[in-house]
């Protein structure tokens, strides 16, 4: 299923859209698949694969916690994509998410080649604008990938339709300054930049950073397409003290923010 | 941009959106483009107004004691057949010529109205530097330093401290440098709207690679015009370390015209480069994006970052300038490796020469200076004139040069 599609199916049935993030090899390989396939079974519509990477800005310090864990044990890129082409096979959009010196160096054809072939539908690039995406734009086109850039409230009026203009799937609004992470209270900026972003685009809008529990995916999901939610599923994994525990926590959590985004009201 | 245009004749490089060639630019979260937008506005802005200008003058002549001496080292310069000048950026205020940038920009940062600014620092010495233009300029300063690193620069979380600095231990990834500027990228994006990053060196996104050149650019138009007046003309050869680069470009950014004039990167070659164990971006990485620019970084064939590794601590950075990068492909400078030995041979041959503690840093660009000098005397057929520019003190490196020369205690050196 496409991206597209799956914000289609949830716009007919009146709820947003659950994406959950969690990165590749983390706590293993397996254990990662493992978490992937829980959320899907629990709820959760698009799961959002993160390839670790050492230096992650655009996250706070529980994503990096899980992705420091990942690459000490040895995750390589080769091991993100057979995630992505596991947890494709379950039947879930999976999107992908990751910095982007690891595909540079990849090689930008050849990652978009392969994560195609994986079942990848498309790629988040956090630290990537379209300024400096000439061999992004290209690559995606070339191999059918959808391609999310992020808009903040800072952006211009300017910047956000010309980056959405080179979104294609959906546009990545990143609801609060500041870098990923559950909070207490989500942002009372969200709404705005979403009434920004539909001023200039038909393509649904997904809003992160800061959603933690049922309660705020409703909120989110009462004016925005996609709720996506990393740090506090990756923190389920993160406390529990054995693998079968965290997924069960995961499972709870999912399940919790899969109603979340289901009592929403239009 | 084409690769045979020439670097330095003012305003060329970079381009507009901040491209040295192929290098440089922009990889960043889209929540600081604005933040990077105003700053580059406001410093274009500031260069071009007298005022800023005479201010800034004014604050490095009275307040950091620029222009620093040319010395013409003597005992040094018969030791090892050449003519050695050296620039002493160890004079000045806070001991390297970091405090040239640090006063630009905490200057354009209140011009900003941004009275909070933060910095990431290694061995602390970018962190002091920080404070000190902070405590002068009326501005609430945090500085994110490794949490390896607070432990082994105690006195310099002191220092910060005393001058009104809070500095934050970064506890992620390993500990290190790299890691205080993800967390100093963590904060600004947070907190961009009131707060100015007080970028340590010549790199990460623009137009910090050009803005910090055009802070301590000044280096090199001093000692251009020192050599003219000191010399009756131009040196053969300008020579500098370079960790991130920015007492190389300050130094060579004013020289780049100057086509006889040879210009020397020296690099951190810790170990040696084969073994790894090294902080020699140029000569010993590869293409990538580290910190919000395209330029040469040290990382495994997954594209993640490696570790570096240096005695010295300031030039122990997995990346390098973008600045740096163009102009090493483009062949106007030479970039090579110092290793850790080299670096402090040439540090011991200075303070007994010369009777100058030079930072270790500045002693990897003395150590390639000595390294050169055979190929170039015969060369030019004569005795070479070359400028070092002697970046920083060695105050801070006395605990580190003490224990590698084992006279810290009175037992008999190692090395020494």
Known sequence: MSIAVAFEKARAEGRALLVGCMPAGFPTVDGSIAAMTAMVEAGVDVIEVELPYSDPV??????????????????????????????????????????WNPIQKYGVDAFARDLAAAGGTGLITPDLIPDEADEWLAASDAYGL???????????????????????????????????????????????????????????VGVGLGVGNGAQATEVGSFADGVIVGSALIRCLLGAPDLAAGLDALRALSTELAAGVRAVRR | MSATATAGESGLLPDATGHFGRYGGRFVPEALVAALDELDAAYRHAMADDAFQAEFGA??????????????????????????????????????HKVRNVLGQALLSKRMGKNRVIAETGAGQHGVASATAAALLDLECVVYMGEVDTERQALNVARMRMLGATVV???????????????ALRDWVANVAHTHYLLGTASGPHPFPSMVRDFVRGIGVEA???????????????????????????????????????????????????????????????LGVLHGARTYLLQDADGQTLDSHSISAGLDYPAVGPEHAWLADAGRATYAPVTDAEAMDAFQLLCRTEGIIPAIESSHALAGTLKIIPALTEELGREPTIVVNLSGRGDKDVQTAGTYFGILDGRDGQHG
């Open chain 1, 146 to 204: 959808d391609r999310t850039f992020l808009v903040s409230p800072s952006s211009t009026d300017a910047r956000i339709a010309m980056t959405v203009a080179h979104c294609r799937g959906f546009v990545y609004a990143t609801a609060l300054m500041g870098v990923t992470g559950a909070r207490e209270q989500t942002s009372a900026d969200a709404p705005a930049l979403v009434r920004r972003v539909r001023a200039v685009t038909d393509l649904p």
């Open chain 1, 58 to 99: 655009m996250d706070g310090p529980v994503i990096q916690k899980a992705s420091d864990i990942a690459l000490a044990n040895g995750v390589r890129l080769a091991d993100g994509l057979r995630v992505i082409e596991a947890v494709a096979a379950t039947g879930a959009p999976v999107v992908t998410m990751t910095y």
């Open chain 2, 224 to 286: 251009r015009q020192q050599c003219l007046d000191q010399l009756g003309r131009l040196p053969d050869a300008v020579t500098a370390c370079v960790g991130g680069g920015s007492n190389a470009i300050g130094i060579f950014h004013a020289f780049v015209p100057d086509a006889d004039v040879r210009l020397y990167g020296f690099e951190a070659g810790g170990e040696g480069v084969e073994t790894g164990r090294h902080a020699a971006s140029i000569t010993g990485g590869s």
């Open chain 2, 169 to 183: 231990p970064v506890t992620t990834g390993s500990r290190t440098l790299k890691d205080a500027c993800n967390e």
């Open chain 2, 59 to 96: 604050l490095l002549r009275d307040y950091a004691g620029a222009p620093s001496l040319l010395y013409r080292a003597e005992r040094l310069s018969a030791r090892v057949g050449a003519q050695i000048l050296l620039k002493r950026e160890d004079l000045n205020h806070t001991g390297a």
